[in-house]
T-cell receptor, first 114, second 110 residues
Framework: DVKVTQSSRYLVKRTGEKVFLECVQD?????MFWYRQDPGLGLRLIYF???????EKGDIPEGYSVSREKKERFSLILESASTNQTSMYLC?????????????FGPGTRLTVL | GQQVMQIPQYQHVQEGEDFTTYCNSS?????IQWYKQRPGGHPVFLIQ?????EVKKQKRLTFQFGEAKKNSSLHITATQTTDVGTYFC??????????FGTGTKLQVIP
Protein backbone atom coordinates (compact mmCIF):
# COMPACT_ATOMS: atom_id res chain seq x y z
CA ASP A 1 0.00 0.00 0.00
CA VAL A 2 1.09 3.52 -0.75
CA LYS A 3 1.87 5.51 2.33
CA VAL A 4 1.84 9.29 2.23
CA THR A 5 2.61 11.11 5.45
CA GLN A 6 2.48 14.80 6.32
CA SER A 7 4.52 16.37 9.08
CA SER A 8 1.62 17.76 11.13
CA ARG A 9 -2.15 17.24 11.34
CA TYR A 10 -2.76 20.65 12.93
CA LEU A 11 -0.61 23.76 12.89
CA VAL A 12 -1.15 27.24 14.28
CA LYS A 13 1.14 30.06 13.12
CA ARG A 14 1.22 33.82 13.33
CA THR A 15 1.00 36.27 10.43
CA GLY A 16 4.41 36.83 8.89
CA GLU A 17 5.94 33.57 10.09
CA LYS A 18 7.69 31.23 7.66
CA VAL A 19 5.87 27.91 7.54
CA PHE A 20 7.13 24.55 6.30
CA LEU A 21 4.79 21.70 5.47
CA GLU A 22 6.45 18.43 4.63
CA CYS A 23 5.18 15.41 2.74
CA VAL A 24 6.88 12.03 2.50
CA GLN A 25 5.89 9.06 0.32
CA ASP A 26 7.24 5.54 0.29
CA UNK A 27 6.15 4.33 -3.15
CA UNK A 28 8.79 5.80 -5.43
CA UNK A 29 6.18 7.85 -7.31
CA UNK A 30 7.55 10.45 -9.68
CA UNK A 31 4.82 13.02 -9.22
CA MET A 32 3.91 14.84 -6.04
CA PHE A 33 1.34 17.57 -5.47
CA TRP A 34 0.26 20.16 -2.95
CA TYR A 35 -3.39 21.17 -2.82
CA ARG A 36 -5.36 23.41 -0.54
CA GLN A 37 -8.95 22.62 0.24
CA ASP A 38 -11.49 25.26 1.18
CA PRO A 39 -15.28 24.92 1.54
CA GLY A 40 -17.04 25.38 -1.77
CA LEU A 41 -13.79 25.61 -3.74
CA GLY A 42 -12.81 21.96 -3.84
CA LEU A 43 -9.18 20.97 -4.22
CA ARG A 44 -7.01 23.65 -5.75
CA LEU A 45 -3.54 22.79 -6.99
CA ILE A 46 -0.77 24.96 -5.57
CA TYR A 47 2.36 23.33 -7.01
CA PHE A 48 3.41 19.98 -8.33
CA UNK A 49 6.68 18.25 -9.01
CA UNK A 50 7.33 15.55 -11.60
CA UNK A 51 10.92 14.84 -10.63
CA UNK A 52 13.58 15.73 -8.10
CA UNK A 53 14.37 19.44 -8.23
CA UNK A 54 11.60 19.98 -10.79
CA UNK A 55 8.51 21.99 -9.99
CA GLU A 56 5.56 23.44 -11.81
CA LYS A 57 3.08 26.07 -10.72
CA GLY A 58 -0.46 24.95 -10.24
CA ASP A 59 -3.55 27.12 -10.25
CA ILE A 60 -2.83 29.18 -7.11
CA PRO A 61 0.96 29.39 -6.51
CA GLU A 62 1.06 32.97 -5.19
CA GLY A 63 2.45 33.19 -1.66
CA TYR A 64 3.88 29.66 -1.78
CA SER A 65 7.07 27.96 -2.84
CA VAL A 66 8.13 24.31 -2.89
CA SER A 67 11.23 22.19 -2.60
CA ARG A 68 11.94 18.68 -3.82
CA GLU A 69 15.49 17.70 -3.00
CA LYS A 70 14.74 13.98 -2.72
CA LYS A 71 12.24 11.88 -4.63
CA GLU A 72 10.28 10.85 -1.56
CA ARG A 73 9.98 14.30 0.00
CA PHE A 74 8.06 17.36 -1.18
CA SER A 75 7.91 20.48 0.96
CA LEU A 76 5.51 23.39 0.78
CA ILE A 77 6.78 26.72 2.09
CA LEU A 78 4.78 29.75 3.07
CA GLU A 79 7.42 32.50 3.05
CA SER A 80 5.34 34.92 5.10
CA ALA A 81 2.10 33.41 6.30
CA SER A 82 -1.08 35.43 5.99
CA THR A 83 -4.56 34.85 7.40
CA ASN A 84 -5.96 34.02 3.95
CA GLN A 85 -3.66 31.01 3.90
CA THR A 86 -5.64 29.41 6.71
CA SER A 87 -6.78 26.19 5.08
CA MET A 88 -6.48 22.43 4.87
CA TYR A 89 -3.37 21.43 2.92
CA LEU A 90 -3.24 18.05 1.23
CA CYS A 91 -0.26 16.35 -0.32
CA UNK A 92 -0.71 13.67 -2.98
CA UNK A 93 1.43 11.36 -5.06
CA UNK A 94 0.76 9.98 -8.51
CA UNK A 95 2.75 7.46 -10.48
CA UNK A 96 1.40 8.85 -13.77
CA UNK A 97 2.71 6.11 -16.03
CA UNK A 98 -0.67 4.71 -16.99
CA UNK A 99 -4.09 6.21 -17.46
CA UNK A 100 -5.33 3.85 -14.76
CA UNK A 101 -3.05 5.36 -12.12
CA UNK A 102 -4.72 7.20 -9.24
CA UNK A 103 -3.67 9.85 -6.78
CA UNK A 104 -2.87 8.89 -3.20
CA PHE A 105 -3.38 11.52 -0.55
CA GLY A 106 -1.77 12.19 2.79
CA PRO A 107 -3.92 12.83 5.88
CA GLY A 108 -3.79 16.61 5.48
CA THR A 109 -2.53 19.50 7.59
CA ARG A 110 -5.04 21.99 8.93
CA LEU A 111 -3.17 25.27 9.13
CA THR A 112 -4.50 28.25 11.05
CA VAL A 113 -2.77 31.60 10.63
CA LEU A 114 -3.60 34.11 13.35
CA GLY B 1 -7.66 26.63 -18.17
CA GLN B 2 -9.89 23.65 -17.66
CA GLN B 3 -12.71 24.00 -15.14
CA VAL B 4 -14.47 21.04 -13.60
CA MET B 5 -17.63 21.97 -11.76
CA GLN B 6 -19.84 19.78 -9.62
CA ILE B 7 -23.45 20.29 -8.64
CA PRO B 8 -24.90 20.47 -6.16
CA GLN B 9 -22.32 21.90 -3.78
CA TYR B 10 -24.20 20.50 -0.77
CA GLN B 11 -26.97 17.93 -0.43
CA HIS B 12 -28.90 16.75 2.59
CA VAL B 13 -30.95 13.58 2.20
CA GLN B 14 -32.95 11.35 4.49
CA GLU B 15 -31.43 7.93 4.97
CA GLY B 16 -32.87 5.64 2.31
CA GLU B 17 -33.30 8.39 -0.31
CA ASP B 18 -31.29 8.42 -3.50
CA PHE B 19 -28.53 10.94 -4.25
CA THR B 20 -26.87 12.13 -7.45
CA THR B 21 -23.93 14.44 -8.04
CA TYR B 22 -23.06 15.80 -11.46
CA CYS B 23 -19.65 16.67 -12.82
CA ASN B 24 -19.26 19.02 -15.79
CA SER B 25 -16.10 20.04 -17.56
CA SER B 26 -15.40 23.06 -19.74
CA UNK B 27 -13.26 20.84 -21.97
CA UNK B 28 -13.43 17.22 -23.08
CA UNK B 29 -12.43 14.89 -20.29
CA UNK B 30 -9.75 12.32 -20.96
CA UNK B 31 -10.67 9.94 -18.16
CA ILE B 32 -12.84 10.58 -15.13
CA GLN B 33 -11.97 9.47 -11.64
CA TRP B 34 -14.19 9.67 -8.57
CA TYR B 35 -12.92 10.11 -5.02
CA LYS B 36 -14.66 10.11 -1.64
CA GLN B 37 -13.50 12.13 1.34
CA ARG B 38 -14.99 11.19 4.70
CA PRO B 39 -15.37 13.98 7.28
CA GLY B 40 -11.94 14.67 8.77
CA GLY B 41 -10.28 12.40 6.22
CA HIS B 42 -8.52 12.66 2.91
CA PRO B 43 -9.78 11.86 -0.60
CA VAL B 44 -9.75 8.17 -1.46
CA PHE B 45 -10.03 6.80 -4.98
CA LEU B 46 -13.33 5.06 -5.82
CA ILE B 47 -13.32 4.33 -9.55
CA GLN B 48 -12.17 5.40 -13.00
CA UNK B 49 -14.20 5.64 -16.22
CA UNK B 50 -12.46 5.76 -19.57
CA UNK B 51 -14.90 5.17 -22.41
CA UNK B 52 -17.63 7.43 -23.71
CA UNK B 53 -21.00 6.34 -22.28
CA GLU B 54 -19.38 3.94 -19.83
CA VAL B 55 -21.39 2.87 -16.77
CA LYS B 56 -19.86 1.13 -13.76
CA LYS B 57 -21.43 -0.03 -10.53
CA GLN B 58 -20.07 -0.56 -7.06
CA LYS B 59 -22.86 -1.99 -4.89
CA ARG B 60 -25.26 0.95 -4.41
CA LEU B 61 -23.07 3.40 -6.38
CA THR B 62 -23.52 3.89 -10.13
CA PHE B 63 -20.99 5.93 -12.11
CA GLN B 64 -21.65 7.19 -15.61
CA PHE B 65 -19.46 8.90 -18.21
CA GLY B 66 -21.26 11.12 -20.71
CA GLU B 67 -21.39 10.31 -24.39
CA ALA B 68 -19.50 13.49 -25.27
CA LYS B 69 -16.99 12.92 -22.42
CA LYS B 70 -17.71 16.34 -20.97
CA ASN B 71 -19.71 15.20 -17.97
CA SER B 72 -20.11 12.41 -15.49
CA SER B 73 -22.42 11.47 -12.66
CA LEU B 74 -22.42 9.46 -9.46
CA HIS B 75 -25.72 8.06 -8.23
CA ILE B 76 -26.18 6.45 -4.81
CA THR B 77 -29.27 4.31 -4.31
CA ALA B 78 -30.86 4.16 -0.85
CA THR B 79 -28.26 6.24 0.98
CA GLN B 80 -26.86 5.11 4.31
CA THR B 81 -25.12 7.13 7.02
CA THR B 82 -21.84 5.59 5.90
CA ASP B 83 -22.20 7.47 2.59
CA VAL B 84 -21.63 10.81 4.33
CA GLY B 85 -18.70 12.75 2.90
CA THR B 86 -17.55 14.87 0.01
CA TYR B 87 -17.45 13.34 -3.45
CA PHE B 88 -14.98 14.66 -6.02
CA CYS B 89 -14.70 13.94 -9.69
CA UNK B 90 -11.33 14.41 -11.38
CA UNK B 91 -9.96 14.44 -14.90
CA UNK B 92 -6.96 12.14 -14.99
CA UNK B 93 -5.98 12.74 -18.58
CA UNK B 94 -2.61 14.31 -18.00
CA UNK B 95 0.15 11.93 -17.04
CA UNK B 96 1.48 14.52 -14.66
CA UNK B 97 -1.64 16.21 -13.45
CA UNK B 98 -5.13 15.44 -12.20
CA UNK B 99 -7.74 18.21 -12.25
CA PHE B 100 -10.30 17.95 -9.47
CA GLY B 101 -13.88 19.12 -9.47
CA THR B 102 -15.31 21.43 -6.83
CA GLY B 103 -16.87 18.57 -4.85
CA THR B 104 -20.33 17.73 -3.52
CA LYS B 105 -20.79 17.42 0.24
CA LEU B 106 -23.38 14.81 1.18
CA GLN B 107 -25.14 14.75 4.53
CA VAL B 108 -27.38 11.79 5.36
CA ILE B 109 -30.01 12.34 8.04
CA PRO B 110 -30.80 9.15 9.98
Amino acid sequence: DVKVTQSSRYLVKRTGEKVFLECVQDMDHENMFWYRQDPGLGLRLIYFSYDVKMKEKGDIPEGYSVSREKKERFSLILESASTNQTSMYLCATYRGLSYTDTQYFGPGTRLTVL
Amino acid sequence: GQQVMQIPQYQHVQEGEDFTTYCNSSTTLSNIQWYKQRPGGHPVFLIQLVKSGEVKKQKRLTFQFGEAKKNSSLHITATQTTDVGTYFCADSGGYQKVTFGTGTKLQVIP
